[in-house]
């Protein structure tokens, strides 16, 4: 008895080999032989640095230490920054200040206002009527849950939307009987969520800043302006189609163990009934949220609001929550930094990427492979691309360096430019294979329902799903709408 109780648990290979195999990819292309330039169809040269190869070396080791969970995932972001330091990849005051990006505190931020919602029991009101509305039936709980999600996606960041829905699935899923315990239903619910978001988030402006960057891009270099309508225009009817085929997808690779929750409905009601009416900071919460929504949304119409960055706005209702005394010294503690760190991470490999052309130079070399082939696997090739990108680096930074390269060579192939535009956009936003591609996906992950390695597994037949959603668009959805897909060549 004495000896099963001081057993110490078996050596863990599997862990062993997926760590060691991130630092032997890291080792043979960081000390590897110079690698060619990468030509573009102009005949412009671009050479991979020491320091770009580098990135390259530390991009492998962290998507397969991410992937497998060797470490903790916001253990590996660490030594994202660490091992640009010490390879002398990027200075440490570069680097590091990453993690502090305007990109990483909107997503604290985001967490502070699901926090908020969820101590003041704002969460549990909002998940108990949409229980009473949707029923019993599991099906219709994901169905509810996936149109809630996008739908608010078109007036807000899709980060602050999953941060403020999650805690409201948390709710939902209490009520399953299943305590804790990681289910189908579980992930189904949490890991939808997360891809939702992302479709949502490709229809409007207000969804994610991607669209305005690639705007800005398509202006400066075809010198159109795309409205803001005419974006949601040619947007919504794939977001909306995702979203729908998501939720079938899920049905069937995450069909809940149960049909239905019997009682459901009247135990929400009940529970609903308990809570009584709302208390001073339900409503000062309430306020303090849907203002920061309300401004944060006006950026895209009011100049003078423009020139505000959106972190600044909602970080503003961090302070409030502390000010108002909603949260206190206490509630910090229970902010999941492992996610954040991630995230931090993320942005820093993304930027290592971008700033040491090592993006610039996998983005030519993959699309002069296509320069000959015709239109339509040439728009293929650029959605593929832009969705494995969008995986590892920012959804921004994916669009910035591969837009302007696919819009140089789309005219000698016969391109119209707009069908390139549209195309990157909707891939850049829905990166459904690894937890670093979108803060949506980090957020899902503190569930604790699935795996990273569950996650990429469950996102390969999803990207699948969305290659093939954006290829009947380009055939057949986008120009029934009006778009242009192809111009006389050489136009």
Known sequence: METARTAKPAFDWKRLVFMLTGVLLFAIVYFSSPWPDAIDPMGEHFPLSVQAKGAIAVFLLAGTWWVFEVVPIGVTSLMIGILQVMFLIRPAKVAFKDFMDPSVLFIFASIMIGLVFTKTGLTKRLAYKMLDIVGERTSMIYLGVFVVTAALTHIMAHTAVAATIYPLLLAI?????????????????????????????????????????????FKEIVGVDVGFFRLTYFMAPIGWGM?????????????????????????????????????????????IVCTVIVIMSLRAFVPALKAVDKTAIILCSSVLFFVFKILDIKDLEDIP??????????MSIGFCLWETGAAKWMAVNW????????????????????????????????????????????????????????????????????????????????????????????????????????AAAVQFIWPLMGMPIRIAAGG
Do not use: H
């Open 243 to 287: 979203t729908f085929l998501l939720w079938g997808f899920f049905m069937v690779v995450c069909k809940p163990e149960k049909d239905r929750i019997p009682g459901l409905r009247e135990k929400a009601r009940e529970l609903n009934a308990k809570m009584g009416g709302l208390t001073r900071e339900e409503i000062l919460a309430a306020i």
């Open 337 to 346: 930094w492992n996610i954040i760190l991630l995230f931090a991470g993320a």
């Open 367 to 470: 699309l002069v492979m296509f320069q000959d082939a015709n239109a339509f696997v040439f728009i293929m090739s650029i959605a593929f691309f832009v969705m494995i990108m969008t995986n590892f680096i920012m959804n921004v930074a994916a669009i910035a360096i591969s837009l302007p390269v696919a819009l140089v060579i789309a005219p000698y192939l016969g391109v119209a430019p707009e069908v390139i535009l549209y195309a990157s956009l909707v891939m850049a936003g829905m990166p459904f294979l690894l937890l670093v591609g979108a803060a949506p996906n980090a957020i899902a992950y503190d569930s604790g329902q699935f795996t990273p390695g569950e996650f990429f597994l469950l996102g390969i037949p999803a990207s699948l799903l969305l290659m093939v959603l954006v």
């Open 173 to 217: 899923y209490a009520l399953y009987g299943e305590g804790d315990r990681p289910t189908k239903f579980g992930k189904g619910l949490f890991i939808g969520m997360a891809y939702v978001a992302g479709a949502g988030s490709i229809i409007t402006l207000l969804g994610a800043a991607r669209g305005a960057v690639a705007l800005g891009f």
